[in-house]
């Protein structure tokens, strides 16, 4: 997968991700987000990883993205890792 291919499924995974009233709140309270930062920040590559490493902390999460949008499992993986800078892992 490329990065432009990457970008584009990070942008599914937001949207996914904005049509779950219970989980999204969860996700800006814990990034500190706002629903601006959501628009203003959503093409940067540290955003989209950010996005894909809380969906991955839980498997649940996990299952039901990538049932609603037809994705193997071990497809938001391979997104986050196609990401700019997101084969990096920081350990911090």
Known sequence: ??????????FQALGWLTSQEELLPVFLGSTGAGVEDLRARAT??????????????DDAWVVQMCDTLGWPYEQVQIVRQSLPGGAQVHWT
């Not at 997968?1 to 990070?10: D, G, K, L, T």
């Not at 940067?44 to 902390?57: G, S, V, Y």
């Open 1 to 10: 997968m490329n990065a432009e291919q990457a970008e584009i499924h990070a």
């Open 44 to 57: 940067e590559p540290e955003f989209q990883i950010a996005l894909l490493d809380f969906i991955m902390m």
